[in-house]
C-alpha cells in the first residue's frame, strides 16, 4: 500500500500569508491521483483539490494543487481566517489511503 | 443535492460487533458512477479508509480491517451499512460514509457518528 507522509505536522500563519503544504508518496501515484480534503473542528472534511491540480465545485481559487509522481503540494495563496484547519492529502484509485495531516493553525 | 446520513449505536462492548448504516436521500445508491465507502477517525487523529462498496455488491477493504469487516449495499433502501467484528477500545472513532465517483476521490461525507467502544 502507498504511504503517504504529509509536512509540516503544523503551520503557524498570519491571514494574508502564502501556505504551502507537502504531501510524499511511498511510491509513485498512479495518474496522479492524489486529493486534498480540508476538514474544520467538529466538521466533515470537505473536497478542495482532486488528480493533483483540479479544484472541486465551488472551491476558491486561493487554493491550488500540484505536483506530480510521490511529490505533491497544496498551496493557499492568501490565508483567510476560514483557511485556519488541519488538511489532508488522499491517494486514490483501486484502495485508499491518507495522509496524517497538516494544522494551519493562526501565528 | 444528495445528503448521508449516519446511523447506529454510540455505544458497542468490547469484542462485540459494531453495526452502521448509511441512507442515502436525494439520489439513488444504485447509479452506475458511484462507489460508497466508510472513513473513520479517532479522537483526536487522522482519518482512515475502511472500505467500500458498488451497487452490484462488490466491495473492497483496507488490508488491516479486511478480516473484520463487511460492508454491504441494500438498494431496496437505498442504503449502506458497515460491520466490523470483535471491536477493541482502538476501534473507538467517529465514524463517517462517503460518496466516491469512480476515478475519483470523496467528494460527499455524511456529518459522522461517534462510536465508542467500552465495557
Known amino acids: 500500500d502507498i504511504v503517504l507522509t504529509q509536512s509540516p505536522g503544523t503551520l503557524s500563519l498570519s491571514p494574508g500569508e502564502r501556505a504551502t503544504l507537502s504531501c510524499r508518496a511511498s511510491?509513485?501515484?498512479?495518474?496522479?491521483?492524489i486529493a486534498w480534503h480540508q476538514q474544520k473542528p467538529g466538521q466533515a472534511p470537505r473536497l478542495l483539490i482532486y488528480?493533483?491540480?483540479s479544484r472541486a465545485t465551488g472551491i476558491p481559487d486561493r487554493f491550488s494543487g500540484s505536483g506530480s509522481g510521490t511529490d505533491f503540494t497544496l498551496t493557499i495563496s492568501r490565508l483567510e481566517p476560514e483557511d485556519f484547519a488541519v488538511y489532508y492529502c488522499?491517494?486514490?484509485?483501486?484502495?485508499?489511503?491518507f495522509g496524517q495531516g497538516t494544522k494551519v493553525e493562526v501565528k | 443535492q444528495l445528503q448521508l446520513q449516519e446511523s447506529g449505536p454510540g455505544l458497542v462492548k468490547p469484542s462485540e460487533t459494531l453495526s452502521l448504516t448509511c441512507a442515502v436521500s436525494?439520489?439513488?445508491?444504485?447509479?452506475?458512477?458511484?462507489?460508497w465507502g466508510w472513513i473513520r477517525q479517532p479522537p483526536g487523529k487522522g482519518l482512515e479508509w475502511i472500505g467500500s462498496?458498488?451497487?452490484?455488491?462488490?466491495?473492497y477493504y483496507t488490508p488491516s480491517l479486511k478480516s473484520r469487516a463487511t460492508i454491504s449495499i441494500d438498494t431496496s433502501k437505498n442504503q449502506f451499512s458497515l460491520k466490523l467484528s470483535s471491536v477493541t477500545a482502538t476501534d473507538t472513532a467517529v465514524y463517517y460514509c462517503?460518496?466516491?465517483?469512480?476515478?475519483?476521490?470523496?467528494?460527499?461525507w455524511g456529518r459522522g457518528t461517534l462510536v465508542t467502544v467500552s465495557s
Open positions: 511510491q509513485s501515484v498512479r495518474s496522479n491521483y
Open positions: 488528480a493533483a491540480s
Open positions: 488522499q491517494q486514490y484509485g483501486v484502495t485508499e489511503t
Open positions: 462498496g458498488y451497487y452490484t455488491g462488490s466491495t
Open positions: 462517503a460518496r466516491q465517483l469512480s476515478g475519483r476521490p470523496f467528494d460527499l
Open positions: 436525494d439520489g439513488s445508491i444504485s447509479s452506475s458512477i458511484y462507489h
